[in-house]
């Protein structure tokens, strides 16, 4: 069973700062998803990633997906309360068909103002 | 355009009732998910379908679970009989490609109370 481990699972800070989680796993994978979900809704994607190095940006979020395809991050400049949610990881490993993804169990972020 | 649809939303019901939950994909969507969300465990893949026909039922609990997709527009999640232990919140996923670049769209989710 592959496993996607989130880090932190916990993150309140204040309005303005800046942030990273990670997305880690032993295994590679063919493909990298991240989601954001709000309370009472289900997860909505942000972004897919696909080849090692790449980075994508999306307004104040910035996604790295690692060389060897077996990590990721979500970095947050300035965040702010509307940021707030949790952020899901979820990543494909078999090297095509919709098998499913496997999601890590995320990381609780909170954007005091 | 409308996206994934489930009801009920919430559902309180006695450990032993069965309890089907209902899943309307989006329209022309191939591939459709059902997970169940804990805080314990996360967001975990239960079944799958690719053309209404079930292709990967690895993540069901027990046979206590089943579920179906009789046309393209419909699916049924059911449990029965079931037990505090269900207790979570079950999302619909559907998506209209066979390859892990396609986005996920879930519905809002039900809300299962076992008691």
């Known amino acids: 069973t592959q496993l996607l481990e989130q880090s932190p699972q916990f993150l309140s800070i204040q309005e303005g700062e800046n942030l990273t989680v990670y997305c880690n796993s032993s295994s590679v994978f063919s493909s990298l998803q991240w989601y954001r979900q709000e309370p009472g809704e289900g997860p909505v994607l942000l972004v897919t990633?696909?080849?090692?190095?790449e980075v994508k940006k999306l307004k104040r979020l910035t996604f790295q997906f690692g060389d060897a395809r077996k990590d990721s991050s979500l970095h947050i400049t300035a965040a702010q309360p509307g940021d707030t949610g949790l952020y899901l990881c979820a990543g494909e490993y078999s090297g095509g068909g919709a098998d499913g993804l496997t999601f890590g169990k995320g990381t609780h972020l909170i954007i005091q103002p | 355009d409308a996206g994934v649809i489930q009801s009920p939303r919430h559902e309180v019901t006695e450990m032993g009732q069965e309890v089907t939950l209902r899943c309307k994909p989006i329209s022309g969507h191939d591939y459709l998910f059902w997970y169940r969300q804990t805080m314990m465990r996360g967001l975990e893949l239960l079944i799958y379908?690719?053309?209404?026909?079930?292709?990967?039922d690895s993540g069901m609990p027990e046979d206590r679970f089943s579920a179906k997709m009789p046309n393209a527009s419909f699916s049924t999640l059911k449990i029965q009989p079931s037990e505090p232990r269900d207790s979570a919140v079950y999302f619909c996923?559907?998506?209209?490609?066979?390859?892990?670049?396609?986005?996920?769209?879930f519905g809002d989710g039900t809300r299962l109370s076992i008691l």
């Open positions: 990633v696909v080849t090692g190095g």
């Open positions: 996923a559907s998506s209209g490609g066979g390859d892990g670049n396609q986005p996920q769209h």
């Open positions: 379908f690719n053309n209404n026909v079930p292709i990967d």
